[in-house]
């Protein structure tokens, strides 16, 4: 995907040259006492200006194509990637001032293969646009992305879970996908009326999992760090059925995996279950008073817990910038 940049020469009352050049991204890794750098620089560019006093003021445009074997931007618990692009000015005999401008990159990995031929269209033809364009459109690789990406989500295939313990059946669990895009919602749904074990209280939360490879662990057998975004928690005793949504953030990663780390995602189940049956309270069909229900003191109970790992992909561009902590406008003052 090309990186494009505009900037305006604006140098001081003088009618001497001037250079300005472009550019560096980089991604850094660090980890521990000793850090690990690898740096791609892309090409480098100068360009020699002159300008006077009363003229209009020339704009030098820039593009770049991001190298498609590099990681996506991510800022994790022992590795981070980030992206920046460098612009150096200099005026004659002065210094040289630098201008580093980070931006966010999205990179889909472990895209599955389209459940359709390759010739067939992936969304609805458009009756307004011409053949010609539609077929350049088609042709461009963001856009066939965007296209796999949407069909890969879109797609619906439940799936049904048995939650049980070592006493027995305590839910039966469904959700309706297993690949998310970045900013979706995942909806799941419990039925507690087919369980055997009265289930007191549950908790789901959306976790992701930075694996750093063997060669680069600082020791043997380094934990996996895990890092939670969002959490649901609901009581549910004596309730048939419950259900829960949680949205994946626009500013997180989505899963990859580099010759250093391994980004994966899950969710993860708490349960709290009660080692006795217990009777739910009874109310009379003719009584007219007010029944009070008051829930035991003391139950003896058993935790648990469950991961499901599922897939996040990323965004569309244009909607993942709304989240960006950058602003879209950057000077450099000579």
Request: overall charge neutral; glycine content about 4%.
């Amino acid at each position: 995907m090309p990186v494009r940049t505009e900037w305006l020469c604006r140098p001081r009352a003088t009618n001497r040259t001037s250079r300005l050049r472009a550019t560096r991204c980089s991604f850094q890794t660090e980890e521990r006492e000793v850090s690990v750098f690898w740096t791609h620089h892309l090409r480098y560019y100068s360009v020699t200006c002159a300008w006077t006093l009363g003229r209009a003021k020339p704009v030098y445009s820039y593009s770049e194509i991001v190298p498609v074997d590099g990681p996506p931007s991510f800022r994790g618990q022992a590795v981070k990637y980030v992206y920046k692009l460098t612009i150096g000015c200099q005026r004659v005999n002065s210094l040289i001032k630098l201008l580093r401008v980070p931006f966010r990159v999205l990179v889909l990995q472990g895209m599955p293969e389209p459940p359709f031929p390759q010739d067939e269209e992936v969304s609805p033809s458009n009756p307004f646009l011409e053949e010609e364009e539609a077929s350049r459109r088609d042709a461009r690789p963001l856009e066939r992305a965007l296209d796999m990406l949407m069909v890969t989500t879109s797609r619906r295939c439940p799936q049904m879970f048995n939650i049980t313990n070592v006493r027995g059946k305590v839910a039966k669990f469904c959700i309706f996908k297993m690949v998310y895009r970045l900013g979706e919602d995942i909806i799941g749904t419990f039925n507690f009326s087919e369980g055997d074990i009265p289930c007191l209280q549950y908790s789901v939360s959306l976790q992701n999992e930075e694996e750093i490879q063997q060669q680069y662990q600082r020791r043997p057998g380094q934990v996996i760090s895990v890092t939670g975004y969002g959490r649901h928690m609901e009581s549910c005793l004596h309730t048939a059925s419950s259900h829960f949504s949680l949205p994946v953030p626009l500013n997180v990663t989505p899963g990859f995996s580099t010759d250093i780390v391994t980004l994966r995602w899950r969710l993860h189940f708490e349960f709290v279950t009660a080692r006795e049956p217990m009777e739910p309270p009874t109310v009379l069909q003719n009584q007219s008073e007010v029944t009070v229900w008051a829930g035991a003191e003391h139950v003896d109970v058993d935790t648990f817990s469950w991961d499901l790992p599922i897939k996040v992909l990323p965004t569309n561009p244009a909607l993942g910038s709304y989240m960006s902590h950058f602003t879209g406008t950057n000077s450099i003052s000579i």
